[in-house]
């Protein structure tokens, strides 16, 4: 049974430019969390979806930003016209229902030059 | 809204034992859970508490009081691969996601 799997491990963008972050979660689960880690810093919650819904979105900036997790295919996290301040590590978890525990993937490494 | 607390570091000698405390203030509680991430790793899941009481896996235990709204991961015999930084996380209620402390940089020395 496969972790949570993040693609890609890193990712460089030029300001200006979209970030597509994959995530796709443990067999079975269809929970899906999405956090942003500066160094040094905890993980700051941004989005929770379940299969085609949105269920909280409270951390998620109001612009650029938007996610998805449709009824095929992994949960997409899509940063458009990045800035400097993007660049972060963006983990996605996953669990099975909404009060059990919660499973990271390896996260994304977002670099903006 | 959620707020939790914990230390930012904590040093102790290889085959000691450590606790780091999590204080936590919720609207609601739906358990404290507990996370150890080594530098450029993924958060990994350690410990769940619902409940008052000790939770025991191997070397680590959890502990938590919900009328103090604490608990605290102890770990034993410590080795120079649990230097990480852990954090504690609640779930204020039940359609919630998780969230987390700033997290306690453990730094283990010979």
């Known amino acids: 049974n496969a972790g949570v799997m993040q693609n890609p491990r890193h990712l460089v963008r030029r300001r200006g430019q979209e970030a597509r972050l994959r995530c796709s979660p443990m067999?079975?689960?269809?929970?899906v969390y999405w956090y942003r880690q500066l160094p040094e810093e905890g993980l700051k919650f941004m989005v929770y979806?379940?299969?085609?819904?949105?269920?909280?979105e409270s951390g998620m900036p109001k612009e650029r930003f938007s996610a998805e997790f449709p009824k095929e295919g992994p949960s997409i996290l899509r940063i458009q016209q990045v800035v400097r301040g993007d660049s972060a590590a963006y983990f996605c978890?996953?669990?099975?229902?909404?009060?059990?525990?919660?499973?990271f993937g390896q996260g994304t490494r977002l670099t903006v030059v | 809204g959620q707020s939790l607390e914990q230390p930012s570091e904590v040093t102790a000698v290889e085959g000691a034992i450590v606790q780091i405390n999590c204080t936590y203030q919720?609207?609601?509680?739906?358990?404290l859970s507990w996370y150890q991430q080594h530098d450029g790793g993924a958060p990994t899941f350690l410990s769940y508490?619902?409940?008052?009481g000790l939770e025991e896996t191997g070397r680590f235990s959890s502990f938590l009081s919900r009328s103090d709204s604490y608990g605290y991961l102890l770990l034993q015999e410590l080795q120079m691969k649990d230097s990480a930084s852990y954090f504690c996380?609640?779930?204020?209620?039940?359609?919630?996601?998780?969230?987390f402390g700033k997290g306690t940089r453990l730094s283990v020395i010979a």
């Open positions: 979806l379940q299969k085609e819904n949105i269920i909280d």
């Open positions: 996380a609640v779930r204020d209620k039940g359609n919630t996601p998780l969230v």
């Open positions: 508490n619902a409940l008052d």
């Open positions: 919720t609207s609601g509680f739906y358990g």
């Open positions: 978890a996953s669990s099975r229902s909404k009060n059990t525990e919660a499973f």
């Open positions: 067999k079975g689960h269809s929970h």
